[in-house]
């Protein structure tokens, strides 16, 4: 999963960071947990699966071949029988987690120090004007059948928690400052 959007939020941001008297990047930051925290929970949990995909290694490109076009296997043959582990879909949110501060609430020293290399959150910018860029590379186990839909639900999910909190605290500090006059 790749997502890649931009969002002209920056009014709202910038009036939570004036109203709550912090910085933008702390505005940010926050929001991107909240982001973070939604998506994962989106995200399905991948099933122990004894899927009926091979894949072998030709010139350091994975290829994949289905079940009826291999035959019996010989021993000793580069081919590979292809598994999706319980877990693996939502433990690639670790590095986010990691680089944004928060506990992933799985067993983690259980899992391949590859994961932690799946995902990435990367914060620039100043106190005035900030950004996070959060990047995870789920791979899901459908093989190209079907188009993808469930990144769309998962960034879904993600911005409409992120909103939520944002709008629901400016409204709870707008009403807090002017609504004791």
Sequence with gaps: MLISTNIEASGLVEALARLKNISVQKVVRNASRDFA??????????????????????????HFLHESQVGKRKRGSKLRKVRVHRGWSRASWLGIFRALGMSLKIAVNRLPNAVEHLSNAITSGNAEKAKTVLTDHIRFDSFGRTRDTRTDDIARAGFKLAAKRITGEVNKMIVKQWGSR
């Design 37 to 62: 925290q939604a998506a994962y929970k989106e995200t399905p949990i991948a099933k122990i699966s004894k899927s009926e995909f091979f894949y072998y290694w030709r010139n350091g490109i994975k």
